[in-house]
């Protein structure tokens, strides 16, 4: 079993910054590629960053290319979306989920995780 709890979201104006942050128990950080999603109000829930379990590739969604960054610190368990110039369209419920596969790419699709936090929700404000 892996717990995720995700912290960090809140209100911020347009060209802001936050970081959120998920802390995983359980299982090393090391053997998880992780990812983060977001939705937004009558929306489906959307892919929007994630790293392999090495750390060593990472993928995000071109809407937030340049802006985010998908980290890792192994010895805390956690890993972090640093999420600069936030744009109004950002807002949503963020979501950090674990892959437990180990496999060759970076996961991107909803049903490639096993496991799910309960979400922070991020508000930009135009």
């Known amino acids: 079993q892996v717990q995720l709890v995700e912290s960090g979201g809140g209100l911020v104006q347009a060209g802001g910054s936050l970081r959120l942050s998920c802390a995983a128990s359980?299982?090393?950080?090391?053997?998880?590629?992780m990812g983060w999603f977001r939705q937004a109000p009558g929306k489906e829930r959307e892919f929007v960053a994630a790293?392999?379990?090495?750390?060593?590739?990472?993928y995000y969604r071109d809407s937030v290319k340049g802006r985010f960054t998908i980290s890792r610190d192994d010895a805390k368990n956690t890993v972090y979306l640093q999420m600069n110039s936030l744009e109004p369209e950002d807002t949503a419920v963020y979501y950090c989920?674990?892959?437990?596969?180990?496999?060759?790419?970076?996961?991107?699709?909803?049903?490639?995780?096993?496991?799910w936090g309960q979400g922070t929700q991020v508000t930009v404000s135009s």
């Open positions: 359980g299982r090393t950080l090391s053997t998880l590629a």
């Open positions: 989920a674990a892959d437990t596969t180990k496999g060759l790419r970076v996961p991107l699709r909803k049903f490639e995780y096993d496991y």
């Open positions: 790293d392999s379990w090495s750390g060593r590739s990472t």
